[in-house]
């Protein structure tokens, strides 16, 4: 069995206050490596305690560490340490999760103007996970995701298991069915789980990639997300060259 992960960067929306950007990150790993990842992550929250003095059961949230808005906790460490704690995470990852692999979409709202975003992402990260599941294991998996529209992406979820066409490398299309994956997504709030703040600094690290600001490069930030390249599932994509679906 495999379990994969997922948290959001920006929006789906398509308002004038919304994000230009919507960013799915999905962290897949084996239920059998999945004890000795946590205790990998245990000992890393540790180590950040001991070096910034931030409480084990505090939640990393990433975009919060950059610019405070309700973790309290937060205004006792300096900027300047909270984004450290930002760049020890992503140095961390791919040596925690060794064996386990990662997703990224990456929709430009600009460029698919008319279109569902959510629909658009939550299909593409469904179809490439489900792709993983029948060519890379001989398992099934299921999807953990930190709390979003759960009743639309369980319709997207059922359809994709019956309709889900897709076109031919050679002509036409042909139907595909994401039957490796089991029972509906469940939901669940990060601030209780290690792994889906993991997923929320690399899909916040992915964000600042593609999007840097000026200000903000002189930290760094726009280079962490290469840091987590050893467990790209690169082949998500084969116009990418680090398999970040984008359309």
């Known amino acids: 069995m495999y379990l994969m ?3 959001e960067s920006g929006d789906p929306g398509v308002s004038q206050h919304s994000s230009p950007h919507y960013i799915l990150s999905g962290l897949i790993i084996s239920q059998t490596d999945w004890d000795k990842y946590l205790q990998r992550l245990k000992v890393f929250r540790k180590a ?30 300096n900027k300047t340490d909270r984004i450290n704690i ?24 600009a460029e698919h103007v008319g279109q569902d975003i959510f629909n658009l992402a939550w299909a593409r990260l469904l179809q490439r996970y489900d792709t993983f599941l029948k060519k890379d294991t001989t398992d099934k998996g299921i999807i953990i995701a930190d709390d979003t529209n759960s009743l639309k ?18 002509t036409g299309t042909y139907n595909a069915p994401i039957d490796s994956i089991l029972e509906d997504t469940f939901s669940r709030a990060s601030h209780h789980s290690y792994f889906l703040q993991s997923v929320d600094v690399i899909a916040y690290c992915l964000y600042k990639k593609e999007y840097p600001k000026g200000s903000q490069k002189k930290y760094g ?27």
Request: hydrophobic share 35%; charged share 30%.
């Open 86 to 109: 930002i760049k020890d995470y992503c140095t961390q990852i791919p040596l925690m999760f060794d064996e386990s692999r990662c997703i990224n979409i990456c929709i430009k709202k």
């Open 5 to 7: 992960y997922v948290d």
């Open 221 to 247: 930030l726009h280079l962490q997300f290469d840091k987590i390249e050893p467990i790209l599932l690169k082949k998500a994509s084969r116009s990418d060259n680090l398999g970040i679906v984008r359309s």
């Open 153 to 170: 992406l369980m319709n997207i979820q059922r359809k994709m298991r019956v309709f889900n066409i897709i076109p031919s490398h050679f």
């Open 48 to 77: 950040i305690k001991a070096t910034y003095n931030l409480n084990q059961r505090t939640e990393i949230h990433t975009s919060e560490l950059i610019r405070i808005n309700k973790i309290e906790e937060y205004k006792r460490i």
